[in-house]
């Protein structure tokens, strides 16, 4: 599943005793969102210049095909040679984001599920302290105190 900025922004986790807080939560949802979307923009920012450049190249090619130099003296060779060094490093930055992006996403999910395994040993804890306290009061209704003790003692 791959996740978008949207996606991000829009989860909602549900209100627990005692658990995380939710304004710190969405508080910081929001700022991974932020941070994944400005990645995704500059992502296709880079994919939008490496078109245009490949555009440029095809137009180079097709236009000049003999490798003589242009009305303006530059070989299309140098061009090409040119266009080719922007492309690759348009294509080294954009992996490096999208690597960066990979880790972050590993990252948040890894939170999620400790977020999850921690609202399980909650939800244990909760019962078990439920269970614990319905026994004290079964004893402590069940006490043989209790029962002979007088409805109305004199004072």
């Known amino acids: 599943m791959k996740l978008t900025y949207l996606d ?85 930055e954009a992996d490096q984001h999208l690597s960066e992006v990979d880790r972050e996403l590993t990252r948040i999910k890894q939170e999620v599920q400790d977020l999850r395994r921690e609202k399980k040993e909650l939800l244990s804890v909760v019962k078990g302290g439920q269970r614990v306290l319905r026994q004290m009061q079964e004893l402590n209704d069940s006490s043989p105190a209790r029962k002979h003790e007088p409805a109305n003692s004199p004072s």
């Open 8 to 92: 991000i922004l829009e989860q909602c986790f549900h209100d627990k005793w005692k658990g995380y807080d939710k304004k710190e939560v969405d508080t910081f949802l929001h700022l991974v969102s932020e941070d994944f979307k400005d990645l995704h923009d500059e992502l296709e920012q880079l994919r939008s210049k490496v078109a245009r450049q490949e555009k440029k190249i095809g137009k180079l090619e097709s236009s000049n095909g003999n490798g003589k130099s242009t009305a303006n003296g530059l070989n299309p060779d140098v061009l090409r040679d040119k266009a080719k060094r922007v492309i690759q490093l348009a294509r080294q």
